[in-house]
């Protein structure tokens, strides 16, 4: 029975719209819910949708980063919460898209919105993300989510035998993707050596191979199959969900990543997909720090025998390659907290939709979308996304 | 259509101050140990798990994470959800709407707080809105004691009223295992003689903070069946939530639109027109004595200004036509992240006819609410059928 | 079993150790458009100012970009007056840690919710009267503004009784 879980067939339920604000170093001139009101407000123009429609509603954010108990709670009435069914997620953003899809397959809504929204540039991040840590052990070392990540950067690059340089090629990849995609946070064409000399954060993590502290906020329309038909614009749909949580940091090899192998086992049955080299068409992976994006698609199996990294200095993974991976430049170049995972299934949507305009990627019509929360990336998802095109024939 | 969900079993800790004795892992895992237990299963049953927690009350960002091992979470799809005071209701219907989509089959629930742990009264001021709320709240007390005063204004509800509440929940609790404040003696007038935390809110009208953990098994119907000899049935969920700010709805106790939306969407559903008769328990989230006889009036148990009336008349206590709160209540036991589900779990209790010496005898409906942050009300119904 | 595998705290009496710890994170919150408007004009003019919804024309008090009520965009700013009714009312007696400054306010202090005339929704403030006999909900108050003030809240030092 562990594991053996009814996924949703494609179809079921469909993305009607995704935006993203800008992401930048800082909003001083608008608060969390300003922000949502902003990306809630574009969507529901975009998707000919009333907030008056509104009556499910999924939020993921972080009360410590927010400095604000309940935080979700505050987003109600630019949501469209009142008096309606609003809950929320403390965790990844991708996790709230997966209860508002279980809302839409259990017949119990026909429309829900999901919205991620963070500020981190309210807070201190060295004390906010000390909080994850064991309280006996760990936290009087002075960890934080830096430190942590690396120290996985250092074993992933003992085990896997990457270089520095190799982290630094993931860096130059997404910081030139970036350059095509206006609402990203620090983009540009770094060489390997300007990215290796960039300020030391913690050995061996760089100030360019960690995406830097970034405010934004995400929303996505999800909409049942009756919806999705009476849509004027594209739609993409949901053809598998898979999902799993690791041992604590300290309990795991940190080199790899069983979660995420298993999350995107689930998720690949559910969508069909045997041979995922083959079968994606474009990839957006929840990495903060360039070490992950290696890390990940070494345990979703994209590096097809050989390291990931190998793949990389060919060009596979490149806007224009084989399979493109973080073409919006991904969270490496500025995505926060919570919001990441949700921005990953909104570019992941806009390429289906032919809708990604500069960092379009030609011909995508199914991609995966990644996931994670936790120190190291402890609880995984990945969301597999197919066209509209496949769901008419 | 969704599938039909049935709770097959339920686990909680024994209640208290301080469990200073075991971490929050452990915490939780006596809760999840005692419902597989209760349902015979083992983890590997288990498809996913969803967790509801108040991090901010320990200090502590994602400790689901942390105590991984403790509810056996390995491997396991997992979601954790926080929405105040709301968050056992809102992690339950979590779990119901992922059964009743059919992507899972089997799902443990668990809510979990160690309150001791933490400040609690930061951790709830700082609900508040930073520019607008933050400074005047003193926590739970002082936000809750201004509401009861509307409230008591308008009612035309006594002092006394409020401590018959706050007797029925201790005297409740004493068949109740699990709960924290257990007063087989407790008198109207020592409720009277306990000092003013905020006016008109006495020390003995306000909830005790607790360490506790609950955990439950949500099953499709057909695994349900063998599962348990009786389910409690999920016949219906619903969620509503207030505007933005604490002044949004002035009347907020006396009129809680958030709980009328919610209360009446799920009596709809179940075709429940007077749930006084058609309930027969109810398991509701009352921070203090003023909230549940405000809520008596929001639920539909009785009309404006009677609910006074209504606890005058015994009609919610053990012997009464529709008894609130068997288990005693958050009145006798608040670990926030648990406590919306404890009220869910104790439903189920009563439908399986496993309630023990608070057992309502042929309970075959009954009512479960969560009510938390900026007046966010959960509701659930549940049933033998 | 071995000396090294016996359980070392067997036959040792339960202690229940805790392990302290002290969190301090210090936020800088952007007031938004809404409040920063609210704000200038309270600190600059002394004056109060929430939206309309153009719907159900209720003024709100703190300003908002949506009117839950009707799921719409509010419109334009309207001034209310300095004088209000108390909604609810409390003298708080519990001692707590202010998180705005990381002190413990004084007790007892008043506090209330009152609607300012010309709004549909109530503000949280201090009261001066701290005797709860003397206090009650429909009684009328009035702003005391500071003299030196600063864009926030405590521009108004508190709410006083007028009759």
Same mark, same amino acid.
């Given at each position: 029975?562990?594991?053996?879980?009814?996924?949703?067939?494609?179809?079921?339920?469909?993305?009607?719209?995704?935006?993203?604000?800008?992401?930048?170093?800082?909003?001083?001139?608008?608060?969390?819910?300003?922000?949502?009101?902003?990306?809630?407000?574009?969507?529901?123009?975009?998707?000919?949708?009333?907030?008056?429609?509104?009556?499910?509603?999924?939020?993921?954010?972080?009360?410590?980063?927010?400095?604000?108990?309940?935080?979700?709670?505050?987003?109600?009435?630019?949501?469209?919460?009142?008096?309606?069914?609003?809950?929320?997620?403390?965790?990844?953003?991708?996790?709230?898209?997966?209860?508002?899809?279980?809302?839409?397959?259990?017949?119990?809504?026909?429309?829900?919105?999901?919205?991620?929204?963070?500020?981190?540039?309210?807070?201190?991040?060295?004390?906010?993300?000390?909080?994850?840590?064991?309280?006996?052990?760990?936290?009087?070392?002075?960890?934080?989510?830096?430190?942590?990540?690396?120290?996985?950067?250092?074993?992933?690059?003992?085990?896997?035998?990457?270089?520095?340089?190799?982290?630094?090629?993931?860096?130059?990849?997404?910081?030139?993707?970036?350059?095509?995609?206006?609402? @990203?946070?620090?983009?540009?064409?770094?060489?390997? =050596?300007?990215?290796? +000399?960039? !300020?030391? $954060?913690?050995? %061996? *993590?760089? /100030?360019?191979?960690?995406?830097?502290?970034?405010?934004?906020?995400?929303?996505?329309?999800?909409?049942?199959?009756?919806?999705?038909?009476?849509?004027?614009?594209?739609?993409?749909?949901?053809?598998?969900?898979?999902?799993?949580?690791?041992?604590?940091?300290?309990?795991?090899?940190?080199? @790899?990543?069983?979660?995420?192998?298993?999350?995107? =086992?689930?998720?690949? +049955?559910? !969508?069909? $997909?045997?041979? %995922? *080299?083959? /079968?994606?068409?474009?990839?957006?992976?929840?990495?903060?720090?360039?070490?992950?994006?290696?890390?990940?698609?070494?345990?979703?199996?994209?590096?097809?025998?050989?390291?990931?990294?190998?793949?990389?200095?060919?060009?596979?993974?490149?806007?224009?390659?084989?399979?493109?991976?973080?073409?919006?430049?991904?969270?490496?170049?500025?995505?926060?907290?919570?919001?990441?995972?949700? !921005?990953?299934?909104?570019?992941?949507?806009?390429?289906?939709?032919?809708?990604?305009?500069?960092?379009?990627?030609?011909?995508?019509?199914?991609?995966?979308?990644?996931?994670?929360?936790?120190?190291?990336?402890?609880?995984?998802?990945?969301?597999?996304?197919?066209?509209?095109?496949?769901?008419?024939? | 259509?969704?599938?039909?969900?049935?709770?097959?079993?339920?686990?909680?800790?024994?209640?208290?101050?301080?469990?200073?004795?075991?971490?929050?892992?452990?915490?939780?895992?006596?809760?999840?140990?005692?419902?597989?237990?209760?349902?015979?299963?083992?983890?590997?049953?288990?498809?996913?798990?969803?967790?509801?927690?108040?991090?901010?009350?320990?200090?502590?960002?994602?400790?689901?994470?942390?105590?991984?091992?403790?509810?056996?979470?390995?491997?396991?799809?997992?979601?954790?959800?926080?929405?105040?005071?709301?968050?056992?209701?809102?992690?339950?219907?979590?779990?119901?709407?992922?059964?009743?989509?059919?992507?899972?089959?089997?799902?443990?629930?668990?809510?979990?707080?160690?309150?001791?742990?933490?400040?609690?009264?930061?951790?709830?001021?700082?609900?508040?809105?930073?520019?607008?709320?933050?400074?005047?709240?003193?926590?739970?007390?002082?936000?809750?004691?201004?509401?009861?005063?509307?409230?008591?204004?308008?009612?035309?509800?006594?002092?006394?009223?409020?401590?018959?509440?706050?007797?029925?929940?201790?005297?409740?609790?004493?068949?109740?295992?699990?709960?924290?404040?257990?007063?087989?003696?407790?008198?109207?007038?020592?409720?009277?003689?306990?000092?003013?935390?905020?006016?008109?809110?006495?020390?003995?009208?306000?909830?005790?903070?607790?360490?506790?953990?609950?955990?439950?098994?949500?099953?499709?119907?057909?695994?349900?069946?063998?599962?348990?000899?009786?389910?409690?049935?999920?016949?219906?969920?619903?969620?509503?939530?207030?505007?933005?700010?604490?002044?949004?709805?002035?009347?907020?106790?006396?009129?809680?639109?958030?709980?009328?939306?919610?209360?009446?969407?799920?009596?709809?559903?179940?075709?429940?027109?007077?749930?006084?008769?058609?309930?027969?328990?109810?398991?509701?989230?009352?921070?203090?004595?003023?909230?549940?006889?405000?809520?008596?009036?929001?639920?539909?148990?009785?009309?404006?200004?009677?609910?006074?009336?209504?606890?005058?008349?015994?009609?919610?206590?053990?012997?009464?036509?529709?008894?609130?709160?068997?288990?005693?209540?958050?009145?006798?036991?608040?670990?926030?992240?648990?406590?919306?589900?404890?009220?869910?779990?104790?439903?189920?209790?009563?439908?399986?006819?496993?309630?023990?010496?608070?057992?309502?005898?042929?309970?075959?409906?009954?009512?479960?609410?969560?009510?938390?942050?900026?007046?966010?009300?959960?509701?659930?119904?549940?049933?033998?059928? | 079993?071995?000396?090294?595998?016996?359980?070392?705290?067997?036959?040792?009496?339960?202690?229940?150790?805790?392990?302290?710890?002290?969190?301090?994170?210090?936020?800088?919150?952007?007031?938004?458009?809404?409040?920063?408007?609210?704000?200038?004009?309270?600190?600059?003019?002394?004056?109060?100012?929430?939206?309309?919804?153009?719907?159900?024309?209720?003024?709100?008090?703190?300003?908002?970009?949506?009117?839950?009520?009707?799921?719409?965009?509010?419109?334009?700013?309207?001034?209310?007056?300095?004088?209000?009714?108390?909604?609810?009312?409390?003298?708080?007696?519990?001692?707590?840690?202010?998180?705005?400054?990381?002190?413990?306010?004084?007790?007892?202090?008043?506090?209330?919710?009152?609607?300012?005339?010309?709004?549909?929704?109530?503000?949280?403030?201090?009261?001066?009267?701290?005797?709860?006999?003397?206090?009650?909900?429909?009684?009328?108050?009035?702003?005391?503004?500071?003299?030196?003030?600063?864009?926030?809240?405590?521009?108004?030092?508190?709410?006083?009784?007028?009759?």
């Amino acid at each position: 029975m562990d594991g053996e879980v009814t996924l949703p067939a494609p179809g079921q339920v469909a993305i009607l719209g995704a935006v993203q604000t800008r992401y930048e170093a800082g909003k001083p001139h608008q608060t969390y819910n300003e922000l949502v009101h902003e990306v809630v407000d574009q969507l529901l123009t975009e998707t000919g949708v009333a907030l008056k429609e509104i009556q499910s509603i999924v939020s993921a954010s972080q009360d410590f980063f927010d400095g604000r108990t309940i935080s979700g709670m505050a987003i109600n009435e630019v949501a469209g919460g009142y008096l309606n069914s609003e809950s929320k997620v403390a965790g990844d953003g991708i996790q709230a898209l997966i209860y508002g899809a279980a809302r839409i397959l259990a017949g119990a809504y026909d429309l829900t919105l999901v919205v991620a929204h963070c500020k981190e540039s309210e807070g201190q991040f060295h004390q906010i993300t000390s909080t994850m840590f064991d309280p006996y052990v760990e936290r009087p070392l002075g960890l934080d989510e830096h430190i942590a990540a690396a120290l996985q950067a250092r074993r992933f690059l003992g085990v896997s035998g990457a270089a520095e340089a190799d982290l630094a090629a993931v860096s130059r990849k997404n910081h030139r993707h970036a350059m095509k995609n206006p609402l @990203a946070r620090r983009s540009g064409d770094f060489s390997i =050596e300007e990215i290796l +000399a960039s !300020a030391e $954060i913690v050995s %061996p *993590l760089r /100030d360019l191979l960690a995406g830097p502290i970034t405010d934004g906020a995400c929303a996505i329309l999800l909409g049942s199959p009756e919806r999705a038909r009476a849509s004027r614009r594209p739609v993409s749909w949901i053809a598998g969900m898979g999902s799993s949580t690791d041992a604590y940091w300290t309990g795991r090899d940190l080199a @790899a990543s069983a979660a995420l192998a298993q999350a995107a =086992e689930r998720a690949f +049955a559910a !969508a069909g $997909i045997r041979k %995922p *080299l083959d /079968d994606l068409r474009v990839v957006e992976l929840s990495a903060r720090y360039a070490h992950e994006e290696l890390l990940y698609l070494d345990a979703l199996g994209l590096g097809n025998g050989a390291a990931a990294k190998a793949r990389l200095a060919t060009g596979d993974f490149d806007l224009g390659g084989k399979l493109p991976v973080n073409p919006s430049g991904g969270a490496l170049t500025g995505n926060p907290t919570c919001v990441a995972g949700l !921005a990953r299934v909104a570019e992941i949507h806009l390429q289906l939709t032919a809708a990604a305009g500069q960092h379009q990627v030609k011909d995508a019509r199914t991609g995966l979308a990644h996931g994670a929360s936790g120190i190291c990336g402890q609880s995984q998802t990945v969301v597999v996304l197919r066209g509209d095109a496949p769901q008419r024939t | 259509m969704p599938h039909k969900v049935g709770i097959v079993a339920t686990g909680q800790t024994k209640h208290t101050a301080k469990r200073t004795d075991i971490n929050l892992r452990e915490l939780i895992t006596e809760a999840v140990t005692r419902a597989l237990d209760d349902a015979g299963l083992r983890m590997s049953d288990i498809d996913a798990v969803m967790l509801g927690n108040m991090e901010p009350f320990e200090g502590f960002m994602l400790p689901e994470l942390w105590s991984v091992e403790g509810w056996g979470g390995l491997g396991k799809p997992a979601m954790k959800f926080n929405t105040g005071g709301t968050v056992g209701t809102s992690t339950a219907i979590a779990a119901y709407y992922f059964v009743a989509s059919g992507i899972y089959d089997t799902i443990l629930a668990v809510g979990f707080e160690k309150q001791s742990e933490g400040h609690t009264q930061t951790a709830i001021t700082t609900v508040g809105d930073p520019l607008w709320e933050r400074t005047m709240m003193a926590g739970a007390i002082g936000n809750f004691a201004v509401m009861a005063s509307t409230y008591v204004h308008e009612s035309g509800v006594t002092e006394e009223h409020a401590a018959k509440i706050a007797v029925k929940s201790r005297r409740n609790a004493c068949n109740n295992e699990y709960a924290h404040l257990q007063m087989p003696n407790l008198t109207v007038e020592e409720v009277l003689a306990s000092p003013y935390l905020a006016y008109p809110v006495r020390r003995l009208d306000f909830c005790p903070q607790s360490d506790g953990a609950c955990a439950m098994v949500l099953a499709t119907e057909s695994k349900a069946k063998k599962l348990a000899p009786q389910p409690a049935w999920i016949k219906a969920v619903a969620t509503a939530h207030e505007q933005q700010y604490m002044g949004d709805s002035p009347r907020r106790l006396a009129d809680m639109r958030s709980q009328r939306a919610a209360s009446q969407r799920v009596y709809k559903a179940c075709g429940i027109s007077d749930p006084v008769r058609d309930l027969d328990v109810a398991e509701i989230y009352e921070v203090a004595t003023y909230a549940e006889l405000a809520m008596y009036e929001n639920l539909g148990f009785c009309a404006p200004g009677q609910s006074g009336k209504l606890i005058d008349q015994g009609v919610t206590t053990m012997s009464g036509q529709l008894p609130v709160n068997p288990s005693g209540g958050v009145l006798a036991t608040n670990c926030i992240g648990a406590t919306a589900m404890i009220r869910v779990a104790e439903a189920a209790l009563q439908i399986m006819g496993k309630a023990g010496k608070r057992q309502v005898p042929g309970a075959n409906l009954a009512l479960a609410t969560g009510y938390g942050g900026n007046a966010w009300t959960d509701a659930l119904i549940l049933g033998r059928e | 079993m071995s000396e090294k595998t016996k359980n070392p705290a067997a036959g040792k009496k339960a202690e229940g150790l805790r392990v302290p710890w002290l969190l301090s994170v210090e936020y800088e919150y952007a007031a938004g458009h809404f409040a920063t408007r609210f704000f200038q004009e309270l600190r600059d003019n002394g004056r109060i100012w929430g939206v309309r919804c153009p719907g159900c024309q209720r003024v709100y008090i703190p300003p908002r970009p949506v009117c839950g009520i009707c799921a719409g965009k509010t419109g334009e700013w309207v001034e209310v007056g300095d004088e209000g009714v108390i909604v609810g009312c409390t003298v708080v007696n519990v001692p707590f840690i202010d998180p705005m400054t990381g002190e413990q306010r004084p007790i007892p202090y008043g506090f209330a919710i009152i609607r300012l005339d010309g709004a549909s929704t109530a503000l949280y403030h201090f009261l001066e009267e701290t005797d709860p006999k003397k206090l009650g909900v429909g009684k009328r108050v009035k702003a005391v503004f500071r003299p030196e003030r600063k864009g926030t809240l405590l521009d108004i030092k508190h709410f006083r009784l007028l009759d």
